[in-house]
């Protein structure tokens, strides 16, 4: 994938990689599940747009030009839309052909296929493994006026310095897909950007043992509920940990003895979420992160969950074969 992204870059300067080598890991990379992986590609220079979240399209954004910008000011001035739009749709279009082409440059060309019918840039590599490459825009210093509720008034965690971290760090602005956007054809809707959060929900999660508490989340999911229908993913796990830690803001119920209980505790309400067919975002709570998925999935899901939580509370050993 570096190496790819290596040639795309010297094709189209503005697609710079940013996926780096550091201490024997990536980083840029993230582990979707144990075949599938994301890069990130940050590009640059955003400043000639005002950024616009009025809450019409949940989990996204658009980015407009600024009021008496010229279309020339910016570096990505051809995916412009006539209403000022910075389209994430042509970007990634244009992106697509680029890798397309690296691809059929590249000393792996055997091993290494574009998946086709989707207009994400996504590789499949040696018929095993899915790497999608996302371009993006790194947002710091601001924050989205649909999360501005968060944190919640009454909720002691995760407290003033950690909250001001949290909101400096900023979040992203993907170009995918957007699953809420299904079947709408709107103009601005195909231009839209998809909010992410990594990196603060990462923060959050920093601490005692909640790191440790969503690996084994993560374990159970990809070993017992990786379903037909695909009802649950990593992030779900991950969405339910910052809810448990809102529920227990004491950094002594994250001791290392509580483990069971929070992971019990994030079972039972992901159980309950499963029933209800509703899993909340985290930051965006209108964004219905269960939506556009099939109902005899959730039902499936949240039957095995159930056998799983059931396990974990009745037997001392079960994380032993689990």
């Given at each position: 994938?570096?190496d790819?992204?290596?040639?795309?870059?010297?094709?189209?300067?503005?697609?710079?990689?940013?996926?780096?080598?550091?201490?024997?890991r990536?980083?840029?990379?993230?582990?979707?599940?144990?075949?599938?992986?994301?890069?990130?590609?940050?590009?640059?220079?955003?400043?000639v747009?005002?950024?616009?979240?009025?809450?019409?399209?949940p989990?996204?954004?658009?980015?407009?030009?600024?009021?008496?910008?010229k279309?020339?000011?910016?570096?990505?001035?051809?995916?412009?839309?006539?209403?000022?739009?910075?389209?994430?749709?042509?970007?990634?279009?244009?992106?697509?052909?680029l890798?397309?082409?690296?691809?059929?440059?590249?000393?792996?060309?055997?091993?290494?296929?574009?998946?086709?019918?989707t207009?994400?840039?996504?590789?499949?590599?040696?018929?095993?493994?899915v790497?999608?490459?996302?371009?993006?825009?790194?947002?710091?210093?601001?924050?989205?006026?649909?999360?501005?509720?968060?944190?919640?008034?009454?909720?002691?965690?995760?407290?003033?310095?950690?909250?001001?971290?949290?909101k400096?760090?900023?979040?992203?602005l993907?170009?995918?897909?957007?699953?809420?956007?299904?079947?709408?054809?709107s103009?601005?809707?195909?231009?839209?950007?998809?909010?992410?959060?990594?990196?603060?929900?990462?923060?959050?999660?920093?601490?005692?043992?909640?790191?440790?508490?969503?690996?084994?989340?993560?374990?159970?999911?990809?070993?017992?509920?990786e379903?037909?229908?695909?009802?649950?993913?990593?992030?779900?796990?991950?969405?339910?940990?910052?809810?448990?830690?809102?529920?227990?803001?004491?950094?002594?119920?994250?001791?290392?003895?509580?483990?069971?209980?929070?992971?019990?505790?994030?079972?039972?309400?992901?159980?309950?979420?499963?029933?209800?067919?509703?899993?909340?975002?985290y930051?965006?709570?209108?964004?219905?992160?269960?939506?556009?998925?099939?109902?005899?999935?959730?039902?499936?899901?949240?039957?095995?969950?159930?056998?799983?939580?059931?396990?974990?509370?009745?037997n001392?050993?079960?994380?032993?074969?689990?």
């Amino acid at each position: 994938v570096s190496d790819v992204l290596k040639e795309v870059e010297v094709q189209e300067p503005r697609f710079i990689s940013s996926l780096n080598e550091m201490d024997n890991r990536y980083e840029g990379l993230e582990v979707i599940s144990p075949t599938e992986f994301e890069v990130v590609l940050y590009l640059n220079q955003m400043g000639v747009f005002n950024f616009v979240d009025d809450g019409s399209l949940p989990g996204c954004a658009v980015l407009k030009l600024s009021d008496g910008r010229k279309r020339s000011m910016s570096l990505w001035v051809e995916f412009i839309t006539a209403s000022g739009y910075l389209s994430a749709r042509k970007i990634r279009s244009r992106f697509q052909t680029l890798v397309a082409q690296a691809v059929d440059k590249c000393s792996y060309r055997d091993v290494v296929k574009m998946v086709a019918d989707t207009s994400e840039v996504k590789l499949r590599i040696r018929d095993r493994y899915v790497v999608q490459i996302t371009p993006a825009f790194k947002c710091t210093g601001i924050w989205p006026r649909s999360a501005a509720h968060w944190p919640l008034p009454h909720i002691p965690w995760p407290g003033p310095n950690r909250v001001a971290e949290v909101k400096a760090e900023g979040f992203n602005l993907l170009s995918k897909e957007c699953h809420t956007l299904a079947g709408k054809q709107s103009s601005a809707e195909s231009d839209a950007w998809v909010l992410q959060f990594a990196e603060a929900e990462n923060r959050l999660q920093l601490g005692g043992c909640r790191k440790k508490c969503l690996s084994l989340l993560k374990t159970l999911r990809d070993r017992h509920l990786e379903l037909p229908g695909q009802p649950l993913n990593n992030y779900h796990m991950k969405t339910l940990v910052s809810y448990e830690c809102e529920k227990h803001p004491r950094e002594s119920d994250w001791d290392e003895s509580c483990l069971g209980d929070r992971l019990n505790g994030i079972l039972l309400q992901l159980i309950s979420c499963l029933q209800c067919r509703r899993c909340p975002h985290y930051f965006l709570p209108n964004l219905d992160l269960f939506q556009g998925k099939p109902h005899s999935a959730l039902e499936n899901a949240a039957k095995q969950t159930w056998r799983l939580a059931r396990e974990i509370l009745t037997n001392p050993k079960s994380l032993e074969k689990l």
